[in-house]
């Protein structure tokens, strides 16, 4: 299993089949590899724990040019609603943390560049405007964290993304495996819907799985290039 490393540890070779690797780390090793240019956008940002382990993977697989993208609210989730209201597994305001408590656990551990770190406050269905997409305009996604738990907010943000991915860029879900791993809820039934949707120009191709709780995919074109 591809569980995350320690802050203290010593980060490992990928080019090796040994020790505990960061996924963190093997999307950066991915997209170094595979010559995917692009930046990383994580929803769902919570105390900052992946910020900075993505932080730290793409300073030591060095890409030039690379920005750190975070969505949240900053205020914790929002009510679970609709097919995921009475499951009971996540609660509103669960995760928060301001963006100032980011921003310290970030230089804590030397993961904070304010040349290349930017934050996108706001609840999604407010935040993920047609403005905020024009903002970001000519911007590609190479590694995609989705850590929103929540079906409605993984819907919004897979709308979101879909004209600034690229095939061969790495999603990484953290809550695939959660409400029990049901195709019926959260992120896993969120990616079903997108990937039926005859608009949605890409597939999920897995990769890897995380933890008891994620899995990684790459973004493959639905059609074939002629």
Do not use: N
Request: glycine letters at 10%.
């Amino acid at each position: 299993p591809l569980d995350p490393l320690p802050y203290t540890a010593e980060q490992p070779s990928l080019r090796t089949a040994f020790g505990r690797v960061d996924i963190h780390s093997l999307a950066a090793f991915w997209a170094m590899e595979t010559r995917l240019g692009g930046d990383y956008w994580e929803f769902g940002v919570g105390l900052g724990r992946s910020a900075v382990a993505a932080v730290r993977a793409q300073a030591l697989y060095v890409r030039d040019g690379v920005q750190f993208h975070f969505f949240d609210s900053f205020e914790g989730l929002p009510p679970p609603s609709g097919r995921d209201r009475d499951f009971g597994q996540f609660h509103e305001g669960a995760y928060r943390a301001g963006i100032d408590a980011v921003t310290a656990l970030m230089r804590a551990h030397a993961a904070f560049d304010p040349g290349r770190v930017v934050f996108h406050p706001g609840f999604f269905d407010q935040s993920l405007s047609l403005e905020r997409a024009a903002s970001l305009a000519g911007r590609r996604i190479a590694i995609l964290h989705i850590d929103v738990d929540l079906y409605d907010s993984a819907r919004l943000v897979l709308g979101f993304v879909t004209p600034f991915l690229q095939p061969g860029a790495m999603v990484l879900f953290d809550d695939w495996h959660c409400f029990g791993a049901s195709p019926h809820h959260g992120e896993r039934a969120a990616a079903a819907a997108w990937q039926a949707d005859p608009a949605t120009p890409y597939a999920l191709e897995p990769y890897a799985d995380y933890g008891w709780h994620g899995k990684a995919f790459v973004a493959v074109a639905k059609t074939p290039p002629v």
